[in-house]
């Protein structure tokens, strides 16, 4: 029998539920997040568009860098604020 | 007794004797003697029945009394006072036995001396075992089982804690002579290890240090190189997760560098050195397996590079035109330092007719601005590796680093509008605001000239950098310590 030691951090990953998804956007805050990828805006005010043409509330974010985790107040800031959230990835 | 008590010792003489030693052999005739004389107990370490003829005889077979008292020669003779070492003598010398017995005309027959064999206890391929068994072991790592059908190898990679190629199972005898390579505690907190941010002990690196093929003496350097890539400066966060290829580039300085053997010249970047293999493969390890930083999961590089297996070397010194590299860093020269750089992968640089320094910065600045593209300008940083057939340009000259990297810098500046978005039919470039500055390819300090490779070669070579500065990753470097 060979035993050896666990390279790993041994942490078991805290298991999060995602939150519930909204059976319709109606009535709630929908938050955009920039991650400050070029041309991420130019997505986003898009939606932001077409969100609020459906009388939906809109809160914009940005991310200072995308090459980081969002800061921990950002995304508490986003968390009080809004009940759904789109993230834009572009290039 | 517990195991780590150390075994009593019997008052009088002792001796500790194995078989399979022609010295121990010699001797029997002077402990048959002295047994007759005197308070005698004879240790044998490989044979009950060695050495014949001596009544108060013990077998050590499991060696406890050789390694708790640190037996390293056998024979060795021990004056034992109550309970307490007061001498000892190795191997045999009738003088020495003599003053420590106090017994005149031992051994008549056999010559003045013969040199001892080496203990058991210290034989290379038991003592680590030893060390364990009585040394108590202080790790704390999860013990893995591999059921005995299960090929170690194979398990190893099941589990995914292998960058790909074959790692060194981490046997608990292994990690706790890899932690012999530091003074470092094995519970203490090295660094955050991104991607999932997770604490990392020295132990912990020690794991991962063997499993990519380290001596322990390499333990400082990959320490260091840890502390340095999970600074927040550096960001490897960021640098796992960007689709480009770049990963750290560890550049190792000091005289450490000379006394672990790395290598610093011929084939200085490429394979064969096992300090400069296994160093960089170790922090790369230690990012995969507690940082949880792998390749399709955070790690998204497009391509990647072969330098993402683990990419690290010393820098030439010792005929360097230049002082350190690490002098950039405030580091005094001869300083133990790792510095970290976001690079990707070598390419060479062809200049075998130049002969003056100006004529070669000029081929230098004509290569470097093409790094990611000639039109994306002082956003990224780059190594330029310098050998030593270039570097005597620059020595017989005397030009310093700094006015090296001056002059190309010089050599790189254009116009802004031959640059923005669109010059030339291409798109790609840097914004229009910036169409009326002349702009140079690299930020200040963004260049970096490091002297290293082999003797023969009119050729130096480039390591393109990451996105630099607040947006990405700075260089950073770090003291190694012991």
């Known amino acids: ?91 | 007794m517990s195991l780590n008590e150390s075994p009593t010792l019997p008052e009088g003489l002792v001796a500790v004797v194995k078989k399979d030693c022609p010295t121990c052999e010699l001797i029997i005739p002077v402990l048959i003697g002295l047994e007759k004389e005197t308070q005698l107990t004879v240790f044998t370490q490989d044979d009950p029945d060695f050495p014949p003829g001596i009544n108060d005889r013990q077998f050590d077979e499991e060696l406890a009394f050789s390694w708790h008292h640190n037996i390293e020669t056998v024979p060795t003779l021990l004056a034992v006072e109550e309970g307490k070492e007061v001498s000892r003598t190795v191997g045999w010398s009738r003088s020495n036995w003599e003053s420590l017995t106090k017994i005149p005309g031992l051994g008549r027959d056999l010559p003045d001396q013969r040199p001892g064999c080496g203990s058991l206890s210290v034989d290379p391929s038991i003592s680590p075992d030893l060390e364990l068994r009585f040394g108590g072991s202080s790790i704390t790592a999860r013990r893995v089982e591999f059921a005995a059908l299960e090929d170690t190898h194979e398990a190893l990679f099941d589990r995914g804690w292998t960058d790909g190629l074959p790692v060194v199972p981490p046997s608990e005898a292994r990690v706790a002579a890899m932690l012999k390579g530091t003074t470092r505690s094995p519970e203490e907190v090295v660094a955050s290890i991104p991607p999932d941010l997770a604490p990392c002990t020295v132990e912990k690196v020690a794991i991962n240090a063997v499993m990519a093929g380290c001596r322990p003496e390499y333990l400082p350097v990959v320490l260091a190189g840890v502390e340095a890539v999970c600074t927040q400066t550096f960001n490897m966060h960021g640098l796992l997760a960007t689709t480009m290829p770049h990963a750290p580039v560890l550049i190792v300085n000091g005289p450490i560098a000379e006394q672990i053997g790395m290598n610093s010249g011929n084939n200085v970047l490429g394979q064969g050195n096992r300090a400069n293999s296994t160093i960089g493969r170790a922090v790369q390890l230690v990012i995969r397996n507690v940082g949880g930083g792998r390749p399709g999961e955070v790690d998204r590089a497009a391509f990647g590079s072969p330098g993402k297996v683990g990419f690290c070397f010393a820098e030439r010194e010792n005929d360097s035109p230049w002082p350190p590299i690490s002098t950039m860093y405030g580091f005094p020269a001869g300083t133990n330092t790792v510095l970290a750089f976001p690079g990707e992968a070598p390419r060479n640089l062809v200049d075998q007719l130049s002969r003056d320094p100006d004529s070669l910065a000029r081929t230098y600045a004509a290569n470097l601005i093409s790094i990611q593209h000639p039109k994306l300008v002082l956003g990224f940083d780059a190594i330029l590796a310098v050998a030593p057939d270039h570097s005597r340009v620059f020595r017989e000259s005397g030009w310093s680093r700094e006015q090296l990297a001056e002059r190309i810098n010089e050599l790189t500046v254009r116009p802004g509008h031959e640059l923005v978005r669109g010059a030339g039919n291409i798109p790609e470039g840097i914004p229009e605001g910036m169409k009326d500055s002349d702009l140079p390819k690299f930020r200040e300090s963004g260049l970096h000239i490091v002297h290293c490779g082999g003797a023969a070669g009119l050729f130096s070579a480039i390591i393109g950098g990451w996105v630099n500065g607040e947006m990405g990753s700075d260089p950073v470097c770090v003291e190694i310590t012991p």
């Open chain 1, 1 to 91: 029998m060979t035993k050896v030691l666990d390279p790993t951090n041994e942490a078991t990953p805290a298991d999060i539920p995602r939150a519930a998804r909204p059976e319709t956007l109606d009535g709630l805050t929908v938050g955009l997040l920039d991650i400050s990828k070029p041309r991420g805006d130019r997505f986003l005010d898009r939606i932001e568009e077409r969100l609020v043409e459906r009388g939906l509330r809109v809160e914009r974010f940005r991310k200072p860098t995308f090459t980081k985790p969002a800061p921990v107040d950002l995304r508490h800031e986003i968390a009080t604020k809004c009940d759904v959230v789109i993230e834009a990835l572009a290039d």
